[in-house]
């Protein structure tokens, strides 16, 4: 794994910018694989910035996110869709059709399930993009996930709800549900690009880069990809005795 480590969430945010604008550059029709949370604010932010300074096309690219809430679709600001939008699509000229996230407000998940995986299938990601969670978690594969896992439909591990709720006006508010990626689409990916900030990821990416390869921890499958690279700041690496 190549891990960068920079000194604060600003210097991990240029860091990943210089990554992403290497996959897009090289590429304008690139499959970008994008993640939602706070982690990658900061990214999103640089590559609006350099649409409107730089004027980096975005016309020819696609997207696919890694997951969705069940329940939750445009209408909610909550949604993944909606933060993708707002944060994101708005801002670099992609054409709406070309950016791909499952539809948690579909009436059949397992269709829809079936529906993302096909058309993953076919959008080979040039870069993946990942935050972790605390508790090691990628996209929303809880630990336990198989590492042969497609798109499923998943119960949320209870740490997870709790970390999610800050954003949500009551914790009863965070849906307890959500479609996503497996670890197979996951690593499917040409190129990993995954980012964390904090101290309290400190543990989950110890487990990330000197753990043992263990469903115990999601995260852990990324030692085996070809082309990981890890970019964090010092609060997130301070286990890791760089
Ligand atoms: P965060 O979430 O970026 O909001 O910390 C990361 C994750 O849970 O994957």
Sequence with gaps: MNIILTKDYEAMSDAAFCVMQAVVTRNPSAVLGLATGTTPLGLYARMAEDHRKNGTSYLGVR??????????????????????????????????????????????????????NALLDGLQQDIQVLGIGSNGHIAFNEPGTPFGSTVHVVDLAESTVRDNARLFAREEDVPRRALTMGLKNIMHAKKILILANGAGKANAVYGLVRGEVTTALPASILQLHPDCTLVCDEAAASLLSL
């Design 63 to 116: 997207t696919v996110n890694l997951d969705e809430y069940v329940g939750l679709g445009m209408e909610s600001d909550q949604s993944y869709v909606y933060f993708m939008r707002k944060n994101l699509f708005e801002h670099i000229g992609i054409p709406l059709e070309n950016t791909h996230i499952a539809n948690g407000k579909a009436p059949d998940l397992a269709a829809e399930c079936a529906r993302y």
